[in-house]
């Protein structure tokens, strides 16, 4: 899926109309809702490479938890 696609411009309505009633919710399912919207786009451009963004998904939040945890013990 690239950014001038037709498949585009049918998910990128799709999902704000979902990020916005998630919102009522609470931030961490927007969160989520977010990653899994890219991990989406991403998937559907090249399958190949999802894995990337889901390693770069957990190191950047394991990381963000460690410096969060340390700020704690402060």
Same mark, same amino acid.
């Given at each position: 899926?690239?950014? /001038?696609?037709?498949?585009?411009?049918?998910?990128?309505?799709?999902?704000?109309?979902?990020?916005?009633?998630?919102?009522?919710? /609470?931030?961490?399912? *927007? /969160?989520? #809702?977010?990653? #899994?919207?890219?991990?989406?786009?991403? @998937?559907?451009?090249?399958?190949?490479?999802?894995? #990337?963004?889901?390693?770069?998904?957990?190191?950047?939040?394991?990381? @963000?938890?460690?410096?969060?945890?340390? *700020?704690?013990?402060?």
């Amino acid at each position: 899926m690239l950014f /001038n696609s037709i498949d585009f411009a049918i998910f990128l309505p799709i999902f704000f109309v979902i990020y916005w009633l998630t919102s009522k919710f /609470n931030v961490k399912a *927007q /969160n989520l #809702l977010v990653v #899994l919207a890219s991990y989406t786009f991403y @998937g559907c451009w090249d399958w190949r490479f999802l894995f #990337l963004i889901i390693f770069s998904t957990i190191i950047d939040y394991s990381i @963000g938890l460690k410096i969060y945890n340390e *700020q704690l013990l402060k």
